[in-house]
């Protein structure tokens, strides 16, 4: 961004020249949060006016997409729901508005369950292995080191298809399908090739002096790694992080072809939620608004180090 | 460097260091270090990549069928890389999704660098508008696919509406996902709508990594601004615009999880991108032995036209 704070010159764009840019961008921008906002506001409205036709912008808000997520119902008679005592609760009072009451919490708990667990262990592990070795490759003189980067980034480039096939037998001869042990080794091993080139880019500029002064203080090279790089690749570690943890938060393929129910997470079982008379699209429109939430806060909290991440740290700002 | 404190130099943790012990601590060169921070990342890639693909280069010459595990295996060589070559339907699933490389490419390249050229006119609140436009791509393709599908609704879909409203069509005369002609297209706006903030954040990068100091000289020469463009402004950013196309073409090859979620391969098959094919094929028919040689073939292509365009993208940097 250093550019960009540099001082009035000849090349400095007219007022005119920048209203006209601004305009444009913010009409792309605009464009492109239509379909945000709209699945936001779906996720607040009933099913009727969910599918109402022309499309409601203005609704009575209703929380029964997020009941209807969290929840799994069962269809009762008025007569038998006269008989229930008061209402369990906000989702319970719903259903009961459409004859049915709660039977208990729906498979999304779960797999949200699946889908931190699985995020967070994988993260972990990637970023551990990542940072050791990115450490490795930046500070060491490692024999075929340029090929042993390249192998790594290539892994990258094999669909997942591809891959899924033999990792599918693999885990099934070890017992390690639809486990979240599985999934969460499989993240790593996606997510730790992204981990090694950010973070070698994030160490290399650390001055190595700092270590060398540890050293000549009487540190081992592990203890100045320890006590001296850590600290100071910090930021770098935590953006790092953030990406691994956003890519095993949104994976879709290898978790819809290698597990079926143990260790499901969120994203494949979102676009299956059925309601009654076809798709339950505000429920549908509920799991996605929450899945946004976390994605949003870490985007803008990323905003600096996000062209690094998606470009494996190859182009940086 | 203060705070390494001269009592805490021996120390290790809590326990101050027995003199043999610490020589021995020490005497881990940094050679060995290097190979123990190195290794683990090393054998789980080999483990859960090298390993599978290997294992998959084998299944590729043999009958194996995952869902018949007990089955004798038969060894066939090349016979199913002599299949999947002369199989049209093979050759019609290539060309559709070199059709979706081609034009999401395309209108991503096109639509990300002329963002990013605005943007670069550091208007007011460019940050945050940046910003805002980067959303889509952090997203789940399952969320994206997923509420796409609900635009696309042809009864009840925004995207219908709009459109209906915009060209006083009738909004259920057309469906983007049901259509022959349209369904290719109604993915290629998701992925653009998706993607063309990546590329723009990469071109952001190239132009900003042009210094002032060239356009000042240019303004010198009484350069006009539209040859300014083609001469500085957009030589100068090609490495990055290249470096986008190679991610973004990598990517949709490998395209799965959005058309999965919207079409699923259909209408027909004028969707069915070849990793659809791949997936029908491994886990629908499980023909694992034919889908792994298609997988080989698939890697091959991909690693095969990556290391070529990156020669090229090496060509233009060093110019």
């Known amino acids: 961004m250093s550019i960009a704070n540099t001082a009035h010159s000849v090349v400095e764009p007219s007022l005119n020249t ?3 840019a601004g305009s444009l961008v913010v009409l792309y921008a605009v464009i492109t949060m239509i379909p945000l906002v709209w699945i936001v506001l779906t996720s607040f409205k009933s099913p009727d006016d969910a599918i109402s036709y022309p499309p409601k912008i203005v609704f009575t808000p ?16 008025p007569e038998f729901i006269r008989t229930l005592g008061p209402p369990q609760g906000l989702c319970d009072d719903i259903a009961r508005s459409r004859n049915m009451v709660v039977a208990g919490p729906s498979n999304y708990v779960p797999r949200f369950v699946n889908s931190l667990i699985i995020a967070f262990g994988s993260t972990v592990l990637a970023v551990a292995l990542g940072t ?13 080191k340029d090929d042993l980067l390249f192998f790594i980034l290539s892994t990258r480039m094999m669909p997942p298809i591809a891959v899924a096939i033999p990792i599918y037998l693999m885990y099934r001869t070890i017992g390690l399908s639809d486990t979240r042990l599985g999934m969460i080794l499989l993240y790593t091993s996606v997510n730790v090739s992204l981990a090694v080139w950010l973070l070698k880019g994030f160490i290399d500029e650390i001055p190595r002096e700092y270590e060398e ?3 000549i203080d009487g540190y081992t090279r592990f203890q100045a790694f320890v006590k001296v790089v850590l600290p100071q690749a910090t930021t770098g570690i935590a953006a790092t992080a953030i990406f691994c943890l956003i890519f095993a938060w949104n994976e879709y393929a290898f978790a819809v072809l290698l597990t079926s129910g143990n260790a499901q997470t969120a994203p494949p079982f979102i676009p299956i939620i059925i309601g009654e008379g076809g798709q339950d699209w505000p429920a549908v429109a509920a799991g996605t608004t929450l899945f946004l939430v976390p994605i949003v806060v870490f985007t803008v909290l990323l905003r600096k180090h996000l062209l690094r991440g998606i470009t494996f ?5 | 460097m203060n705070d390494l404190s001269a009592s805490s130099r021996i120390t290790y943790g809590a326990v101050p260091l027995q003199p043999g012990l610490a020589r021995r601590v020490r005497g881990l060169s940094d050679k060995a270090l290097a190979w123990l921070f190195i290794t683990p990342t090393i054998v789980l890639l080999l483990a859960i990549n090298i390993f599978p693909l290997v294992w998959t280069i084998y299944l590729s010459f043999t009958n194996y069928r995952a869902n018949r595990s007990n089955a004798p295996v038969k060894w066939l060589g090349i016979d199913w890389y002599q299949t999947i070559l002369t199989d049209p339907d093979i050759w019609a699933a290539m060309q559709v999704t070199a059709h979706f490389v081609f034009w999401t490419v395309v209108i991503e390249t096109v639509l990300g660098f002329g963002l990013a050229f605005l943007i670069d006119k550091k208007f007011r609140g460019h940050g945050m508008w940046t910003t805002i436009i980067l959303l889509p791509m952090m997203l789940s393709p399952a969320v994206v696919g997923n509420f796409w599908t609900f635009l696309y609704q042809p009864q009840i879909g925004l995207f219908n509406y709009m459109v209906a ?29 998706m993607w063309t903030p990546y ?34 402004t957009l030589p100068m950013a090609l490495p990055f615009i290249m470096l986008a196309v190679l991610f973004r073409g990598i990517e949709n090859f490998k395209m799965f999880d959005m058309v999965n979620l919207l079409t699923g391969g259909g209408p027909g098959s004028t969707t069915e991108v070849a990793s659809i094919t791949l997936k029908r094929a491994a886990f629908e028919s499980w023909r694992t032995g034919y889908s792994s040689a298609f997988a080989i073939i698939l890697f091959v292509t991909v690693f095969g036209l990556a290391n070529i365009y990156v020669k090229a993208l090496n060509r233009v940097k060093s110019r």
Do not use: H
């Not at chain 2, 069509?169 to 998701?190: E, Y």
């Not at chain 2, 723009?200 to 601004?225: N, Q, T, W």
């Open chain 2, 165 to 193: 409203f915009l060209t006083g069509r009738s909004a259920s005369s057309f469906q983007m996902l049901g259509d022959v002609t349209l369904s290719p297209w109604a993915i290629v706006i998701v992925d653009a709508w």
């Open chain 2, 199 to 232: 590329v723009m954040l990469i071109c952001l990068a190239g132009l900003r990594s042009i210094p002032d100091y060239i356009y000042e000289a240019a303004e010198v020469d009484r350069a006009s601004k539209w040859r300014q463009f083609w001469s500085i």
């Open chain 1, 18 to 20: 920048r209203r006209l």
């Open chain 1, 62 to 77: 209703s929380l029964e997409g997020y009941c209807n997520l969290f929840t799994t119902r069962s269809r009762q008679t």
């Open chain 1, 313 to 317: 740290g190859a182009v940086r700002k």
């Open chain 1, 213 to 215: 002064a540890a050293m």
């Open chain 1, 132 to 144: 050791l070795s990115a450490y490795g490759f930046s500070r060491f003189r490692v024999p075929l």
